[in-house]
């Protein structure tokens, strides 16, 4: 059974950074493409971030050059460095497969940017 558990958010003023955190349990990170969404009320979920396996990554437009997602398979973690934030970014933020499964998504963690 897979669990996939979110830290590091909370209150950050905007210019702030944060630094999020996904551990996982089971194989999951053996083989995944690991991503971090996020969303907000009324709003659909969205795929902020993926890293590969192997390493490589992607960040959607909104995000790049401000956020950098990565992963440590050997402590089956990934994270989000979140530089630059600015208040769109409060959501909450979860991590999961990419594309996810329904049975991986966890309580998130929340990140809220605001002076």
């Known amino acids: 059974q897979v669990q996939l558990v979110e830290s590091g958010g909370g209150l950050v003023q905007p210019g702030g950074s944060l630094r999020l955190s996904c551990v996982g349990s089971g194989n999951i990170f053996r083989y995944a493409t690991m991503g971090w969404y996020r969303q907000t009320p009324g709003k659909q979920r969205e795929l902020v971030a993926a890293v590969t396996s192997a390493g490589a990554t992607t960040h959607v437009d909104s995000v790049k050059g401000r956020f950098t997602i990565s992963r440590d398979n050997a402590k089956n973690t990934v994270s989000l460095q979140m530089n630059s934030l600015k208040s769109e970014d409060t959501a909450v933020y979860y991590c999961?497969?990419?594309?996810?499964?329904?049975?991986?998504w966890g309580k998130g963690t929340l990140v809220t940017v605001s002076s």
């Open positions: 999961n497969t990419s594309p996810p499964s329904v049975a991986y």
